[in-house]
Nanobody, 117 residues
């Protein structure tokens, strides 16, 4: 059973930074794509960033230029560096790993990010 676990969430002031990590129970290279999603109560889950096995990345329009997704091979994690955080970035952030393209993949339990002064 594949398990994903997020860490690094917390409370940060507007303009600040946080780094989220997603640790996998197996090798992160076994995933075709690793995604970070976020969700606010009452709203649909939003795709924030994607890292495809070959290294290509994609970002949601609302985070382009502020967030960076990357892979830490030594730690076997996929990280999300979040800079210039805004109150609108407040959400539960989820890690998603897809092994078979087109499938829903595996999900972590989520980590809360709150941006507030």
């Amino acid at each position: 059973q594949v398990q994903l676990m997020e860490s690094g969430g917390g409370l940060v002031q507007p303009g600040g930074s946080l780094r989220l990590s997603c640790a996998a129970s197996g090798s992160i290279f076994s995933f075709y794509v690793m995604n970070w999603y976020r969700q606010v109560p009452g709203k649909q889950r939003e795709l924030v960033a994607s890292l495809i096995l070959g290294g290509r990345t994609n970002y949601g329009d609302s985070v382009k230029g502020r967030f960076t997704i990357s892979r830490d091979n030594a730690k076997n994690t996929v990280d999300l560096q979040m800079n210039s955080l805004e109150p609108e970035d407040t959400a539960v952030y989820y890690c998603n790993g897809v092994v078979i393209p087109g499938s829903s993949g595996y999900w972590g339990q989520g980590t809360q990010v709150t941006v507030s002064s």
